[in-house]
C-alpha cells in the first residue's frame, strides 16, 4: 500500500476509533522522515524514501513512518562521485578539523561531542513539512507521484517536535518522546473556518504526547538499529572505503551508476543528520562527501552542503553542520515539481521538508 493509500485510509473517517485514525496519521507525518533513513528503508525491496514528522534526526523511531516508493523515480546523482574504483581528489580543505587531545599526541575528532558512562546524548528535532489536500485526500509533493496530475486546493505547514537520549552505552535503554503538532500555516492565506475543518476531516489534528522506550538503538528500527553498536560498526572509517560501502549500503536492488553514486551520498547524509554517529563516523563522512564532490558553502561556522538528486529521485538537500562539533544542525528537502502546473500555491523558496537541530549532552534521561 502506497502512501497516497495510506493518506487516503485517513480519509475514509468512517469506522476508524481514534486509534486507528492517530496511527494513520502518524504513517503519513512520521513518513514524511524516517529514512530519506526516511529516505530509505534499504532492504532487498526498491528503494524506499521516509520523511518523518517529529523525527529526531532520523526517525525511523517515530510514532508511525510512511514510505514512499520511489522505483521509478530518478535517484540523486553527484556526478563528482566516480564510477569506477578510482575516486576524485579530495578538496583542499576538506570537512572540520578534529583538535588534538590536550597533553597526547592522540587526534579526537570533535572533542567534547561523545557522552561518557552515566551521560546521555539528547537530540531534539524541531520538523516542519508541507502537505497538500484536494476535497478528497492528502498528498505531499514529494515521492513516486507527487503533484502531477493532482489539483491541490489548499497546503498546509505542521510543525512537530521530537526529542531522542542516547545512552553513553549504547546498548542500553534509548528513549524519547513526540510532543503534539502544531498548524503553523496555510497556502494559500487564511483559509477560514470551512478551510480549517476541511483539514481537519482530511487530516485530523494530532494531540497530546507520546513517549517511547527501546533496547540498543531507535525505536522501531530493523535490525541492526540505527545509532546501535553494530550500526555504528559497519561503516568503514576510511573515507574512499566509506564511500564505496555507501553505495552498496542495505541496498539488493538493481542500480546505474550514477543511481549508485547519489544513493551513496544519500547513505552519508542520512549518517550526518541522525546525530548519533560516533565522532570518528562523522569525521569520516564528511571527508567521504568531499571525496564525492559535494559541493558545500561555509559561514560562521557552519558548513553546509547542497545536493541535487536527479537519478534516484528529483529534489533537492541541504545538511548543514557545525565545524566544531561535526553535528547536525538543520537538513532541508525540496522536490521538483515535476508537472506541477499552476497546482503548487507553496512559494519555491519553502521546502517541503525543514528539520533544525538542537543536540547537547547531559548527565541523565527524562
Known amino acids: 500500500m502506497d502512501v497516497f493509500e495510506r493518506v487516503r485510509e485517513v480519509n475514509r473517517g468512517a469506522g476508524l476509533n481514534d486509534e486507528r485514525i492517530t496511527e494513520a496519521r502518524a504513517r503519513l507525518l512520521t513518513g514524511i522522515d524516517a529514512d530519506t533513513s526516511a529516505e530509505r528503508r ?3 525491496r526498491r528503494p524506499m524514501f521516509v520523511i ?11 510514532a508511525g513512518v510512511v514510505l514512499i516508493s520511489q522505483m521509478d523515480a530518478p535517484s540523486p546523482q553527484v556526478e563528482a562521485v566516480p564510477q569506477e574504483t578510482a ?7 576538506p570537512a572540520p578539523k578534529p583538535s588534538t587531545t590536550s597533553g597526547t599526541t592522540v587526534t579526537e575528532p ?4 561523545t557522552p ?3 551521560q546521555h546524548l539528547r537530540i531534539v528535532n524541531t520538523t516542519e513539512s508541507i502537505v497538500y489536500r ?3 485526500s492528502v498528498f505531499a509533493a514529494w515521492g513516486e507521484s507527487g503533484l502531477r496530475g493532482r489539483q491541490p486546493v489548499s497546503a498546509l505547514m505542521f510543525r512537530e517536535v521530537s526529542e531522542v537520549n542516547m545512552p553513553a552505552d549504547r546498548t542500553t535503554e534509548w528513549s524519547g518522546r513526540f510532543d503534539g503538532e502544531e498548524r503553523v500555516a496555510y497556502f494559500p492565506g487564511n483559509p477560514g473556518p470551512d478551510g480549517v475543518a476541511a483539514w481537519d476531516a482530511l487530516l485530523p489534528p494530532a494531540q497530546g504526547v507520546r513517549e517511547w522506550t527501546s533496547a540498543g538503538g531507535f525505536e522501531g528500527d530493523a535490525s541492526p538499529r540505527r545509532g546501535s553498536a553494530e550500526w555504528s560498526a559497519a561503516f568503514p572509517r576510511d573515507p574512499y572505503a566509506l564511500l ?5 549500503y542495505m541496498r539488493a536492488y538493481e542500480q546505474t551508476p550514477a543511481q549508485a553514486n547519489e544513493a551513496a551520498v544519500s547513505t552519508l547524509v542520512d549518517v550526518l543528520r541522525s546525530n548519533v554517529a560516533p565522532a570518528d563516523l562523522r569525521q569520516s563522512v564528511l571527508h567521504a562527501l568531499d571525496l564525492a564532490g559535494v559541493p558545500a558553502s561555509t559561514a560562521n561556522g557552519i558548513e553546509t552542503y547542497r545536493i541535487r538528486y536527479e537519478h534516484i529521485d528529483r529534489r533537492t538537500d541541504t545538511v548543514s553542520i557545525d565545524t566544531a562539533t561535526g553535528w547536525a544542525t538543520e537538513y532541508t528537502l525540496r522536490s521538483d515539481r515535476v508537472d506541477a502546473g499552476p497546482g503548487d500555491m507553496v512559494p519555491q523558496t519553502v521546502p517541503d521538508i525543514r528539520m533544525t537541530y538542537s543536540v547537547s549532552i547531559v548527565d541523565s534521561a527524562p
Open 42 to 44: 534499504r532492504t532487498t
Open 52 to 62: 518523518a514528522g517529529a523525527m529526531a534526526g532520523v526517525a525511523a523511531a517515530t
Open 87 to 93: 575516486l576524485p581528489t579530495p578538496r583542499s580543505t
Open 110 to 113: 570533535f572533542p567534547g561531542t
Open 116 to 118: 561518557h558512562t552515566g
Open 134 to 136: 484536494d476535497d478528497q
Open 244 to 248: 564505496e560501502f555507501a553505495r552498496t
